[in-house]
């Protein structure tokens, strides 16, 4: 892997990848916010090679870089200066391979490769520590004076025993150091208060029982408003040579799994946004998503201050990047396609959540546009403040599949209610021809009245009445068998389901009465509304209802009844259809949903798998059994409110 690093136009560093951390033995976070140019052997040179990366946009040679430990380390770069969309310079991003081929894992060689893998790191608070060592305390008065803001693994695995790193933060940095010389580093954290930023002070410890030969380089922070804030870092061989391949290879082996997982992983700097949350909470400010929508230069603001600061190899071909540094920039190309997922995103840090979720579209650095999984894991305290999580999972050809899959059982439930159809084709003319009967009749009779003289215009009128009635009942029937049979793809929609069953009944009503069966409705009077798609949910009612017709009417038996019946739950409605038939083997219980299982000469076995697919789409269930008191009941549970997307 490349050490990988970026800097703003001037040269501070931004971003400093575990790739530089071994090449240059500096823990990033000592790096970030310091400028290059106090790392390079020669300045001068330095400088010349700066300008003219900024005069010719790319630059590539050796360098000397001073190491974290002791020895300057040769180093072959390619910088490229990088613009934004107006021309205005942006950062600079530096790839850097050491001059001469660096051992594995495994192959280090000499006292100089182990210090440079386990370089301890703290960010210290010695305010006090000044102070402390004005009023004449002692070394170990003056360590409990100066309290950690942060330490890297090195830090913790070295000299911070059993604790665990969230265990150190905020404690005094006497509770952890050696006796032996607690006076000596005291000293060199005070006089390293006394120099200009970013000059490092290095001293010579004896750090018995922990390193061998070890050196503290001490420094202070080049952050605005963190002059008290000193960096200490700590170089050494330690004593028990395992240890130090331990951490070396538990980081290799952490790295590649984050950097070869297959899922797109962001590494995000939120800390920035964290603050303006704690002023907004200072403010009052309880009510995030309404503040946000009353301000949306706060979000905008987000946008770019927050900032990606690595990712893995898994993140650069989802975006169809060249390479991890052009994804190394502020967030806001990952909400390009879907702005106002900022906005929640940052409602959910606001509120304390732990993680959020959303399906949205993401634009990728390519051209296209895909549908991901954008997960985002907040900090919480007392872990690192900076550092939030982003995996995107890429489920475009997923949905287009299911949409797919979707088409595909419209088609086929279009296809069984066509089947259906044709089955009452019979019934369904009888049912026409009742009032085009009535329409002829009455008609006729009109025609007789009329001839009369005087006409009955009475007689003419109440006729006429009948007729339109006639043609409003014929309208209804061949309106709900054209919705039937039409091909459409569902609509779902705030239904009355009571009088969506009663529709369904009406299709079926005469083939059920022409087979000398009774069919009796129990629909609660308080059946709720629920979100449905009324012509797939009455093709439900009518298959079940016909399959209970054909079962009573194929044995001949004497008691031939069918009831259905609807009535409210907690949190939806259940519609049950008992009939007196034989009921199901019990062998084939398991079975009846199955596509393609049928029991009856000639069936294709597509009708109940279509009504379970149309029932589970809707985020219902539907089961079969014996009833106790004979005959087979189908019974459907479903939600008041659509299913989640």
């Known amino acids: ?134 009023a004449g305390a002692d070394g170990g008065a003056l360590l409990g004076d100066c309290r950690i803001i942060d330490a890297n693994v090195r830090a913790v695995r070295l000299f911070g025993g059993a604790a665990e790193r969230d265990r150190t933060i905020g404690r005094p940095l006497g509770d952890f150091w050696p006796a032996e010389s607690r006076e000596a580093i005291a000293g060199l954290l005070a006089a390293a208060l006394e120099r200009p930023v970013g000059s490092p002070l290095v001293q010579v410890l004896g750090l018995y029982g ?78 995030i998503a309404n503040f946000l929508d009353d301000h949306p230069e706060l979000v905008e603001l987000a946008k770019d201050v927050v900032v990606v600061t690595e990712v893995n190899q898994a993140a650069v071909r989802l975006f169809g990047a060249r390479n991890a540094a052009e994804l190394i920039q502020s967030v806001r190309y990952l909400f390009s396609a879907t702005p106002k997922m900022a906005n929640r995103v940052m409602e959910a840090h606001f509120e304390g959540r732990r993680n959020y979720v959303e399906q949205a579209k993401m634009a990728t650095f390519d051209g296209r546009v895909l549908d991901v999984v954008f ?53 369904i003319a009888h049912e026409v021809n009742q009032p085009l009967s009535a329409i002829a009749t009455n008609a006729d009779t009109s025609l007789r009245w009329l001839a009369q003289n005087p006409p009955n215009l009475e007689k003419v009128r109440m006729l006429t009445e009948r007729i339109a009635a006639s043609a409003g009942r014929a309208s209804e029937i061949i309106e709900r068998v054209r919705g039937m049979a039409m091909k459409r793809q569902p609509r779902h929609a705030r239904l009355d389901l ?19 069966i009774t069919i009796s409705l129990a629909l609660d009077r308080d059946l709720p509304a629920i979100h449905g798609d009324r012509i797939q949910l009455q093709q439900v009612v ?84 014996n009833h106790d008191a004979g005959g087979a009941i189908f019974t459907i549970a479903l939600p008041l409110d659509p299913p989640a997307a």
């Open 375 to 427: 997960s985002v894991t907040y900090p919480a305290p007392p872990e690192y403040m900076d550092t939030t999580f982003i995996t995107i999972e890429d489920v475009t050809e997923r949905l287009w599949t299911e949409g797919e899959l979707r088409r595909l059982q419209a088609n086929f439930a279009h296809a069984a209610r066509l089947s259906t159809l044709g089955e009452l084709a019979a019934s």
């Open 210 to 287: 922990v390193l061998a030969g070890a050196t503290a380089t001490a420094w202070r922070s080049a952050e605005p408003g963190r002059a008290e804030a000193v960096f200490l870092m700590v170089n050494g061989a330690v004593s028990d040579d395992r240890t130090a391949w331990e951490l070396q290879a538990s980081e290799d082996r952490y790295r590649k799994l984050i950097h070869f997982a297959p899922t797109p992983l962001l590494y995000v700097d939120s800390r920035r946004s964290g603050d303006e949350f704690q002023k907004l909470r200072a403010q009052g400010v309880t009510d």
């Open 498 to 516: 009571r009088a969506t069953i009663e529709e369904a009944v009406m299709i079926v009503r005469h083939e059920i009465e022409a087979k000398a």
């Open 1 to 134: 892997m490349e050490a990988v690093v970026v800097t703003d136009p001037a040269g501070v560093v931004r971003y400093w990848n575990p790739a530089a951390e071994s090449l240059y033995g500096w823990p990033a976070m000592a790096m970030v916010g310091l400028d290059l140019r106090e790392l390079a052997s020669d300045a001068q040179l330095h400088d010349e090679e700066w300008a003219l990366l900024l005069r010719e946009g790319a630059w590539e040679g050796d360098i000397r870089r001073s190491g974290a430990a002791g020895p300057a380390v040769a180093a072959h770069v390619r910088r490229t200066l990088r613009r934004n969309a107006d021309g205005s310079l942006r950062d600079v991003v530096e790839y850097g391979q050491a001059a001469r081929s660096r051992p594995h894992l495994g192959g280090l060689d000499g006292p100089t490769e182990l210090r440079r893998t386990i370089a301890a790191c703290w960010e210290l608070d010695v305010v006090g520590t000044r102070a402390a060592r004005a």
């Open 542 to 625: 009518v298959n079940l209802l016909i399959n209970s017709l054909q079962a009573i009417d194929h044995h001949g038996l004497d008691r031939r009844e069918i009831r259905l019946a609807a009535a409210p739950v907690p949190g939806g409605v259940t519609i049950s259809i008992h009939d007196t038939g034989p009921g199901i083997a019990a062998e084939h219980l398991a079975s009846v949903f199955d596509g393609f299982f049928t029991t009856k000469d000639g069936g294709i076995g597509i009708g109940l798998a279509i009504c379970q697919s149309i029932i589970t789409e809707h985020g219902g269930a539907i089961s079969a059994a």
